[in-house]
């Protein structure tokens, strides 16, 4: 799988889009790009992935860039509640079990 | 709603004690996971499951076993538990074939004394 970058820590205003960055230069055509999050004293929490196209959901925007070297998960409306360590995390589609490497991740602080 | 239930949010152990984990999930997923999670590590891969009864070791399967004989349960076992197991354990599943998110439990906090 493919290695990811992210920076250690990032803030946001509360109510403002939170930006948080990924580098996947390494990533192979098969690859996605998944993003999960973990709040404090729980288990992750799947957000949203893509393959090339950009994705939105209820939760987040992901936005992949055209070579597919880096992409950006967007929090629309930043809230405290979204305060948590965010994970980048490249794999193939596989048809047995997907063995996800979490690295560690960007620590992101909502700011009231 | 939850779909990924952990037996025990915290537990305390003694040294070479035998300790089992369990997790059950409602979603019928074929596949399910064990991690531990330990400060600046991130979360590192133990076992995991893709049928009932077939596991496959994952990156630190030592001093570990597991058990899947039923399609929801996926237990971890710690032969004779150590100080240096102490950690958080998540588990985890997700559908077979496709390249959907996993689904985590919220963890066991053992710590081995």
């Known amino acids: 799988d493919a290695k990811t970058t992210q920076p250690p820590s990032m803030d946001c205003a509360e109510g403002r889009a939170a930006n948080l960055p990924c580098n996947h230069s390494?990533?192979?055509?098969?690859?996605?790009v998944y993003w999960y999050r973990q709040i404090h004293s729980q288990g992750p929490q799947y957000i949203i992935h893509?393959?090339?196209n950009n994705e939105t959901n209820e939760m987040a925007s992901l936005i992949i860039t055209e070579d597919r070297k880096s992409s950006t998960l967007i929090l629309p409306h930043a809230t405290l509640r979204d305060t948590a360590v965010y994970y980048c995390?490249?794999?193939?589609?596989?048809?047995?079990?997907?063995?996800?490497?979490f690295g560690t991740g960007t620590r992101l602080t909502v700011i009231p | 709603d939850v779909k990924v239930t952990q037996s025990s949010r915290y537990l305390v152990k003694r040294t070479g004690e035998k300790v089992f984990l369990e997790c059950v999930q409602d979603?019928?997923?074929?596949?399910m996971f064990w991690y531990r999670q330990d400060p600046g590590l991130g979360l590192r891969l133990i076992y995991f499951?893709?049928?009932?009864?077939?596991?496959e070791k994952g990156d630190i399967p030592e001093g570990y076993s597991v058990s899947r004989e039923k399609k929801e349960r996926f237990s971890l076992i710690l032969e004779s538990a150590s100080t240096n197991q102490t950690s958080m354990y998540l588990c985890?599943?997700?559908?077979?074939?496709?390249?959907?998110?996993?689904?985590f439990g919220s963890g066991t906090r053992l710590t081995v004394v």
């Open positions: 979603m019928d997923h074929e596949n």
């Open positions: 995390i490249v794999t193939m589609y596989q048809t047995g079990a997907n063995n996800l490497f």
């Open positions: 985890a599943s997700s559908v077979a074939g496709g390249p959907g998110g996993y689904t």
């Open positions: 499951s893709y049928d009932v009864k077939m596991k």
């Open positions: 893509g393959l090339k």
């Open positions: 390494t990533i192979s055509g098969n690859e996605y």
